[in-house]
T-cell receptor
Framework: QQQVKQSPQSLIVQKGGISIINCAYE??????FPWYQQFPGKGPALLIA?????SEKKEGRFTISFNKSAKQFSLHIMDSQPGDSATYFC???????????FGKGTTLSVSS | GAVVSQHPSWVICKSGTSVKIECRSL??????MFWYRQFPKQSLMLMAT?????????EQGVEKDKFLINHASLTLSTLTVTSAHPEDSSFYIC?????????????FGPGTRLTVT
């Protein structure tokens, strides 16, 4: 049973465009929703995270939108750059100290 | 800031041999660490939860006798792949909860690429 569903699998965006990646979850007990960026051969790095008590969080060019009733959250990358080309994973967990459950990932390519 | 390291970053071993991967929290204590496996172009799949001073908890389908986990200190967890086979070739990543961090912020290691020939 896949608890976090991520789409699209791959995404191509022109430089300067907006990249949007979506995730949906099933477990209403989840209370922490991070997004990770991973480059080939490297470990994942935390990009931005949100808790369900807010609907949006913005850090620089990265924004998470959260819809608790729909059990969905998304990552928006504004002014996408070639350096943003990487694989992005959404994740979720339901309490501190537990493992994260990851989506299947989205490979983003930003053309210059 | 806090960092999680892994050693080695890359290892090649022959089929049937064992290989040990270390995961260290460099400037904080971690009573719990997590081990993930990532096959090419796939997501991170949790293998086991490593608990300092007690037995590890394995996810369904992960052979505990094949993937030995030891968490002997508050800064070190090791994963030993015993009798490795080519299908064990993968990217192994550990993580540790950030101390006094957010609800469940985690630090991830840089990963270890295992190739079994």
């Amino acid at each position: 049973q896949q608890q976090v569903k991520q789409s699209p699998q791959s995404l191509i965006v022109q430089k300067g465009g907006i990249s949007i990646i979506n995730c949906a979850y099933e477990n209403t007990a989840f209370d922490y929703f991070p997004w990770y960026q991973q480059f080939p051969g490297k470990g994942p790095a935390l990009l931005i995270a949100i808790r369900p008590d807010v609907s949006e969080k913005k850090e620089g060019r990265f924004t998470i939108s959260f819809n608790k009733s729909a059990k969905q959250f998304s990552l928006h990358i504004m002014d996408s750059q070639p350096g943003d080309s990487a694989t992005y994973f959404c994740a979720a967990s339901n309490q501190a100290g537990t493992a994260l459950i990851f989506g299947k990932g989205t490979t983003l390519s930003v053309s210059s | 800031g806090a960092v999680v390291s892994q050693h080695p970053s890359w290892v090649i071993c022959k089929s049937g041999t064992s290989v040990k991967i270390e995961c260290r929290s460099l400037d904080f204590q971690a009573t719990t660490m997590f081990w993930y496996r990532q096959f090419p172009k796939q997501s991170l799949m949790l293998m086991a939860t490593s608990n300092e001073g007690s037995k590890a908890t394995y996810e369904q389908g992960v052979e505990k006798d094949k993937f030995l986990i030891n968490h002997a200190s508050l800064t070190l967890s090791t994963l030993t792949v015993t009798s490795a086979h080519p299908e064990d070739s993968s990217f192994y990543i550990c993580s540790a909860p950030k101390p006094r961090g957010g609800p469940n912020e985690q630090y991830f290691g840089p990963g270890t690429r295992l190739t079994v020939t």
